[in-house]
Antibody, heavy 120, light 107 residues
Framework: EVQLVESGGGLIQPGGSLRLSCEAS????????MSWVRQAPGKGLEWVSI???????YYADSVKGRFTISRDNSKNTLYLQMNSLRAEDTAVYYC??????????????WGQGTAVTVSS | DIQLTQSPSFLSASVGDRVTITCRAS??????FAWYQQKPGKAPKLLIS???TLQSGVPSRFRGSGSGTEFTLTISSLQPEDFGNFYC?????????FGQGTKLEIK
């Protein structure tokens, strides 16, 4: 079964760091275009970052220079390292991937989400 | 950045109704476009990829159409389980912007 399971969310103080993990099963993260999307409380979806199968990365301007997307092929896991966290980074973070569709046509596999709260 | 204008923001309809949600892009995005449904407390679910391709397992009452700058999601006969928030997304240029969402309520 194709599945993504996120972990690592929690309460963190402004300026702190957090690393989100997303373990995949049923497919290889290294073979697919993997992304992070977030959703602030009561708000819409916001694309955060993408990691190409070839290793290229892109980020939303709102997180550029603070967040880093990466993967560990041996653990079949995607990561999001979040530094210099701000209150406006508070959101549910979804790991997702284009597994059965071309990445430029949609994202078909989503994790359940992990909540990050940035507050003192 | 490409802007997506999704309308309406809120929609209340009855079972059996035909429902249409529209998304307009600020520039030509060809068919690099998707529709998602999100239910409360759940992850988004891909309904339509490439503007018009129905995903496996999605009921045929859902239909996506359009290309370029104008896109439409149509539910031909609304069912009770179709409630939720619907989002469009462009996938032509980073950041892959989402529309602001349409909340669909079943009367």
């Amino acid at each position: 079964e194709v599945q993504l399971v996120e972990s690592g969310g929690g309460l963190i103080q402004p300026g702190g760091s957090l690393r989100l993990s997303c373990e995949a099963s049923g497919f290889a993260v290294s073979d697919n275009y993997m992304s992070w999307v977030r959703q602030a409380p009561g708000k819409g979806l916001e694309w955060v970052s993408i990691l190409y199968s070839g290793g290229r990365t892109y980020y939303a301007d709102s997180v550029k220079g603070r967040f880093t997307i990466s993967r560990d092929n041996s653990k079949n896991t995607l990561y999001l390292q979040m530094n210099s966290l701000r209150a406006e980074d508070t959101a549910v973070y979804y790991c997702c991937g284009a597994v059965n569709v071309y990445y430029y046509y949609g994202v078909d596999v989503w994790g359940q989400g992990t909540a990050v709260t940035v507050s003192s | 950045d490409i802007q997506l204008t999704q309308s309406p923001s809120f929609l209340s309809a009855s079972v059996g109704d035909r429902v249409t949600i529209t998304c307009r892009a600020s520039q030509d995005i060809s068919s690099y476009f998707a529709w998602y449904q999100q239910k409360p407390g759940k992850a988004p679910k891909l309904l339509i990829s490439g503007a018009s391709t129905l995903q496996s397992g999605v009921p045929s009452r859902f239909r996506g159409s359009g290309s370029g700058t104008e896109f439409t999601l149509t539910i031909s006969s609304l069912q009770p389980e179709d409630f939720g928030n619907f989002y469009c997304q462009e996938l032509k240029t980073y950041p892959y912007t989402f529309g602001q969402g349409t909340k669909l309520e079943i009367k």
